[in-house]
T-cell receptor, first 110, second 113 residues
Framework: GQQLNQSPQSMFIQEGEDVSMNCTSS?????WLWYKQDPGEGPVLLIALYKAGELTSNGRLTAQFGITRKDSFLNISASIPSDVGIYFCAETSGTYKYIFGTGTRLKVLA | DTGVSQDPRHKITKRGQNVTFRCDPISEHNRLYWYRQTLGQGPEFLTY????????KSRLLSDRFSAERPKGSFSTLEIQRTEQGDSAMYLCASSVKGPDTQYFGPGTRLTVL
């Protein structure tokens, strides 16, 4: 099935460092979502973006909807061990079908 | 716990057998979604219900797959004549508005031997 491109695929960082990851698409979409998934669990919604250029924060997380509507960025500031997991972006053109990215696997070294 | 629940959490079956999974959405949520997630990939949309009506199905949902939501509450996903390629995590999600407000269940991990 169709999926979005996320980068990096995985990253190891030191506790306290800032993290940045992005998601790109060849198509224009109306809504971007960012999810976190822990092992053996379903994804949990972190941030939703609805407008090009929109910048939204949720605690230490900040996400932006790209101006071109073809990309989005997620930043995590001052990472902590519980930030470990897989981060997925997802997007839709307005239907009920969401397309998920390939995921960025984050590991935090204490 | 008032979240989305799925049963069973794990299922091991032999190729050719039929399996059925159940999803209980959050009680006031009228929208229900099924996804499939293979190892190392993001979830892939399978189907969507609004109340008891199945409004959208992915081409990934072959003839061996059928989903129901008979009373607009819980839903079942059945796979007939399972194949090894069906091995995956099957996720259910529910929402009260659009899919941007959907909450996922913990998933059912299927292993076909």
């Amino acid at each position: 099935g169709q999926q979005l491109n996320q980068s990096p695929q995985s990253m190891f960082i030191q506790e306290g460092e800032d993290v940045s990851m992005n998601c790109t698409s060849s198509s224009i979409f109306n809504t971007w979502l960012w999810y976190k998934q822990d092992p053996g669990e379903g994804p949990v919604l972190l941030i939703a973006l609805y407008k090009a250029g929109e910048l939204t924060s949720n605690g230490r997380l900040t996400a932006q909807f790209g101006i071109t509507r073809k990309d989005s960025f997620l930043n995590i500031s001052a990472s902590i061990p519980s930030d470990v997991g897989i981060y997925f972006c997802a997007e839709t053109s307005g239907t009920y079908k969401y397309i998920f990215g390939t995921g960025t696997r984050l590991k935090v070294l204490a | 716990d008032t979240g989305v629940s799925q049963d069973p959490r794990h299922k091991i079956t032999k190729r050719g057998q039929n399996v059925t999974f159940r999803c209980d959405p959050i009680s006031e949520h009228n929208r229900l979604y099924w996804y499939r997630q293979t190892l190392g990939q993001g979830p892939e949309f399978l189907t969507y219900f609004q109340n008891e009506a199945q409004l959208e199905k992915s081409r990934l949902l072959s003839d061996r797959f059928s989903a129901e939501r008979p009373k607009g509450s819980f839903s079942t996903l059945e796979i007939q004549r399972t194949e090894q390629g069906d091995s995956a995590m099957y996720l259910c999600a529910s929402s009260v508005k659009g899919p941007d407000t959907q909450y996922f269940g913990p998933g059912t991990r299927l292993t076909v031997l």
